[in-house]
């Protein structure tokens, strides 16, 4: 089975930084889009960035020039850089991926990581 696992959250102070990572394991043909979306209290899950198999990348406009996404294709990795963390980043974060297992397409998703940013 596919597993995206996470790490890298955690507590800081505004303005600080937190680097995380996910790593996709389990039966893979190959990966195309990877990303990261997030998850506040109360609210829906909302796009962070992601970046494809060819190194294109998108980012929501509220982190545009305070975080980077980039990823390891070998490694089936992808990692977001945040910096410049505000309290309204706080949130679970979750990797996601579009990966090819046997001849099937799928949406993966990580466990989540709680990124919690003080005032």
């Known amino acids: 089975q596919v597993q995206l696992v996470e790490s890298g959250g955690g507590l800081v102070q505004a303005g600080g930084s937190l680097r995380l990572s996910c790593t996709a394991s389990?039966?893979?043909?190959?990966?195309?889009?990877m990303g990261w979306f997030r998850q506040a209290p109360g609210k829906q899950r909302d796009l962070v960035a992601v970046?494809?198999?060819?190194?294109?990348?998108n980012y929501a406009d509220s982190v545009k020039g305070r975080f980077t996404i980039s990823r390891d294709n070998p490694k089936n990795t992808v990692y977001l850089q945040m910096n410049s963390l505000k309290p309204e980043d706080t949130a679970v974060y979750y990797c996601?991926?579009?990966?090819?297992?046997?001849?099937?397409?799928?949406?993966?998703w990580g466990q989540g990581t709680q990124v919690t940013v003080s005032s």
């Open positions: 389990g039966g893979i043909v190959s990966v195309n889009t």
């Open positions: 970046i494809t198999s060819g190194g294109s990348t």
């Open positions: 996601h991926a579009q990966i090819k297992v046997s001849y099937l397409w799928g949406d993966y």
